[in-house]
């Protein structure tokens, strides 16, 4: 799903995407997933284009762009790592199985890898929490995970 | 003779644990056979520690094999797993499992059973009978069989479900709108996302009975980002009914127009609280309205809006299959009808346990769950999500009862039961109540914007040591300038788990140890 699997920046793209959506209801939502979708991230060259179309401020769409979580402002690494930090996946030991992930792959949780190879982020509760501690792997669902199954997920994105 | 039906689960939580691995294998090793057989992907029965769960179906009725491996099967297929034999992993008839038949299954009655695409199997097990129903007895005899049931609000609060279609029904509109709060934020909850994979007719059905009864033509599901197969399932599932006639101008030939679409969210948690989920499906950032106005009155787009959670839509069509009184006849006190309560966290049979109000929590962790999954005693659990108390042992024989819980501070929510055992450090609970708050606050309002942040700095000065004393008066404080000055129940509650913590376990906080009891 991930892996990179993202198409160049064009704005031209964008402006398609941006048309393709525009007469839903409330349409900023429904742009912006599809904007990262198809990029992997929001570039700010995007909102005033989304602005424009729906006859929103700049400042109104950029808000947006920056309430949720979801939505990236730089491109993620080409693999990009989701662990659970919720309670019930905390309950199992999720802490300490971050921490053996931060240490397998030299980045603490939020950061990118300077070569743009991996992204590792929490991620609060997938729903898995009757088979914690869960992540996400370049949108595939991992639970019951364990120090092997982050070897297995590191060696995966060492690729 | 009939062919073989293999059913192997295509949940989210199945599918995190290798089933597509395992259907593959299956399918591979009985082609390399050549022997043909259907293999079902059947959504879930919420059994999770089983998953995947492997069932064949045999004459005296389905035979469960799990947790399988993909390596597994090799074996499995030598031993008879087409015929039902045993095998080191086969659980025997799946309806006998005890934990499944202790369960009274109403909202959840198809889960695991059916494939969730097939109209078919929706039909043959009751799906668009609480329909027919209500085009039957119409609008008003509608709203007054789902107040008749004692349904109130999945979500957490608990409110009743009749009486808030019925502020909508009495409020005339150009346009009114169903909107289904599938945002399904708490940890330690699944519920909502067992409905769209394993049965997504029956919230179409939910939706649609409840535009019917109020006067709505239009709905929207707003469904967490982190659930993408659920977003995937109810897309199709919507495509399937409209295609069947069963959305749209007519629904089901009844003369009634409704039409639905699934909206994602975009990793917000506060987005779950309703009238800020009404301003991100406007396309709006996720900040919370001040009420009045009510929702029912204005909504979504200023207009009347039914604004329910998940379970509370997909339990409406029991309840006009088998009416009000039928399904109000479960439970206890107020709280009427049954619940789906999800064991999860540090527990042994994790998983969904849908039963009658009244049970007690005890016998849910200990005697349903069987204690911790590492076990080692249990030390407490956190009930009803990231805003619910975290309670002892010593709270136990609380039943699962909406005014049982608030008398104890606590909270069903969403019914999510956490559990932890003896090693948790409940001051490291505490602090990441406070932290998820400041993370999640929408903002508006100070006491939980900047209390939450507040709250976690001197949660950490009380785990260094330093000025115990002072700080957890500060501490206290804190807690209850939230309660009082928070605008929702984000701020509002976030104290709820960390003076429960508090209180509960002084001695996390570095108070002296209790002196061991004399007696048990
Ligand atoms: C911070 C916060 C988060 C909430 N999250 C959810 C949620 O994820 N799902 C939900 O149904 N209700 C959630 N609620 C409750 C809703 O505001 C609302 O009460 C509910 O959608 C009403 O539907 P019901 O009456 O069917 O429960 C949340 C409330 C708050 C304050
Ligand atoms: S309590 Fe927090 S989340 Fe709720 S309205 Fe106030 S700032 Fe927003
Ligand atoms: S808490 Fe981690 S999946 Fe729910």
Redesign the interface.
Known sequence: MHASGYEPWSAERAAQIIADHQHMAGAAMPILHAIQEAFGFVPDTVVPMIAETLNLSRAEVHGVVTFYHDFRREPPGRHVIKLCAAEACQSVGARALTAYAEDKLGLEMGETSPDGRVTLEPIYCLGLCACAPAGMVNGRLVGRLDTDAIDEIAAEASR | MNSIRIYVPND??A???GADRVARALSEALAARGIAADIVRNGSRGL??L?PLVEVETPAGRVGYGPVKASDVPSLLESGLLEGQPHALCVGLVEEIPYLKKQTRLTFARCGIIDPLSLDDYKAHGGYRGLAKAAEIGPAATVEEVFQSGLRGRGGAGFPTGIKWRTVAATPADQKYIVCNAD???????A??LIMEADPFCLIEGMTIAGLAVGATKGYVYCR?????SLDVMNKAIEIARRAGLLGDNVMGSGYAFDMEM???????VCGEETALLE????????VRAKPPLPAIKGL?QRPTVINNLISLATVPVILDKGGAFYRDFGMGRSRGTMPI??????RF??LFETAFGISLGELVNEIGGGT??GRPVKAV?AGG?LGAYMPVSQFDTPFDYEAFAAKDALIGHG?I????DT?DMA??AR?AME?CAHESCGKCTPCRIGSTRGKETLDKIMAGERREANLAILTDLCQTMKLGSLCALGGFTPYPVMSALTHFPEDFGAAPKLPMAAE
């Not at chain 2, 980002?225 to 197969?229: D, F, G, K, Q, R």
């Open positions: 989210a939580t599918i995190a644990c999770f520690w998953e399904e934020g708490d940890s330690g909850t699944f909502d996302r980002s982190e659930y993408p197969l909206r994602m969210g975009a990793g917000a948690y991100s499906l406007e396309g709006k950032r996720g900040v787009f999800q064991l999860a966290g540090n527990i994790g998983g999954a590492s956190q990231p999510g956490v559990v932890f055992d948790v490291h609970m990441f998820f």
